[in-house]
């Protein structure tokens, strides 16, 4: 199924190439058809995969780390700590080149304080204290951001604009950056599934398996923000992904951590590779939505569904 899923993803990404406001016939392309598909088409629908992949995989340890099926990015704090430095970037008038970085920075802090905030001697409190801690650092970085719109009033519709998220300037160093971070991250997953799946214990079993649960359960956190941030850095909020590819996954797979990521990032593209066709294709005459709105609207659904069919386990 692996490689089923594999070569699905790649056929998608093949349609969704050719899909858009020009029509793109792959068997006779015209100059300009080839300098849309190659330069413009290609690019954008490989790194919505790489940036799904980075949502899809960061939700499904968050949700392991944390224990709880509506951890993803934005409850956690980290896209919108990471949201914060972008927003500063663009409001300050820093260079486009160092928006990412910026986002990088303030979403580490954020991650940071995050952990600093749970923890007590070293060692995190508990699950929920983090997720507590992430949704105050959320409500803190959004004030800013209402803040930073309503000051730096000149640099609203750049600021709205990129905070719904998108895929408008992309290019091959950025694909490979994301994807380099992607493989990194994921192997790492990869290696240490077996000890993942030993974090979905109570802490003390976990310990008596033999894993080190604070180191584990920090480098988790760790490397799914970094996932987070420089996802966010590069394509501004696109929310959702990472909260419902994770339940995808474990409903048709299970919760077994040494697949779960896997799908849960080829899931992640997938999803985002779909969504991004449907934004460019959803209003007539070339008019692009951001990709968040499209993912918002999936989302929300979702959300509903989770509380409706899961309401006496989600609080538990």
Not at 15 to 33: A, F, H, K, R
Not at 106 to 129: A, D, H, I, Q
Not at 155 to 174: C, D, E, N, P
Not at 203 to 214: K, L, M
């Amino acid at each position: 199924m692996k490689i089923f899923f594999a070569v699905f993803l790649v056929i998608v990404v093949g349609v969704c190439s050719l899909t858009g406001s020009t029509d793109i016939n792959i068997t006779s392309m015209t100059d300009i058809q080839s300098n849309i598909f190659w330069a413009i088409r290609v690019p954008r629908v490989l790194f919505a995969v790489v940036i799904g992949g980075m949502l899809g995989l960061s939700g499904s340890v968050y949700q392991l780390v944390l224990k709880n099926p509506l951890a993803d990015s934005f409850t956690t704090g980290a896209a919108s700590s990471s949201a914060l430095g972008a927003v500063l970037a663009i409001a300050l008038g820093f260079p486009v080149v160092l928006i990412s970085p910026m986002a990088l920075l303030t979403g580490l802090c954020g991650l940071m304080l995050v952990y600093r905030l749970s923890s007590s001697r070293g060692r995190v409190v508990s699950p929920v204290t983090m997720i507590l801690a992430g949704v105050v650092l959320n409500i803190v970085a959004s004030s800013v951001i209402g803040f930073t719109k309503f000051y730096f009033e000149e640099s609203l519709s750049s600021i709205v604009f990129w905070l719904m998220g998108g895929f408008f300037i992309v290019s091959y160093q950025k694909i490979s950056a994301g994807l380099s971070v992607l493989l990194v991250v994921y192997a790492y997953f990869y290696l240490r599934s077996g000890r993942l799946n030993l974090l979905s214990m109570d802490e003390y079993s976990a310990e008596t398996a033999g894993v080190n649960v604070r180191v584990e359960r920090m480098f988790a956190f760790v490397l799914s923000t970094l996932l987070v941030a420089v996802a966010v850095s590069f394509s501004g909020l696109i929310g959702f992904v990472g909260l419902i590819v994770p339940h995808v996954a474990r409903s048709f797979f299970g919760s077994d951590m040494r697949t779960n990521i896997y799908y849960s990032t080829i899931f992640g593209g997938l999803l985002l590779v779909v969504s991004d066709a449907v934004a460019r294709t959803v209003i007539p005459g070339g008019t692009e939505l951001p990709v968040g709105i499209i993912t918002a609207i999936l989302g929300g659904f979702f959300f509903l569904y989770m509380l409706k069919r899961r309401r006496g386990q989600v609080w538990a």
